[in-house]
């Protein structure tokens, strides 16, 4: 059983910038898929950013078209954490984001086997 818990969300003005932490316990794949999802009320969970890991260390990152150049992802394998650092940050980014575990489909489509419980961002014009 995957667990995620997500940390650092928070409020920020328009062209500011957030770090988002997924710390993962209980994983034993050897080929991990980690994303990142956003959602406001109403609308489906949008995938903003994926990792995908295998056990010899090669990794493939990739991000949304309205992310590029703006979020990065990176990974600290000793604390099984991924970090999203979001720079330049538009209200257009605001939601709760939700770390996820093991697709079931592809990256961007929102089924997964484990999900985090949440942290929002709120960006401000």
């Known amino acids: 059983q995957v667990q995620l818990v997500e940390s650092g969300g928070g409020s920020v003005q328009a062209g500011g910038s957030l770090r988002l932490s997924c710390a993962a316990s209980?994983?034993?794949?050897?080929?991990?898929?980690l994303s990142w999802f956003r959602q406001t009320p109403g609308n489906d969970r949008e995938g903003v950013a994926s990792i995908f890991t295998i056990f010899t260390g090669v990794r493939n990152i990739d991000y949304a078209d309205s992310v590029k150049g703006r979020f990065s992802l990176s990974q600290d394998d000793t604390k099984n954490t991924v970090y999203l650092q979001m720079d330049r940050l538009k209200p257009e980014d605001t939601g709760m984001y939700y770390c996820a575990a093991e697709p079931l489909g592809d990256w961007v489509s929102p089924r997964y086997r484990y999900w985090g419980q949440g942290t929002q961002v709120t960006v401000s014009s």
């Open positions: 209980g994983w034993t794949n050897r080929r991990k898929r």
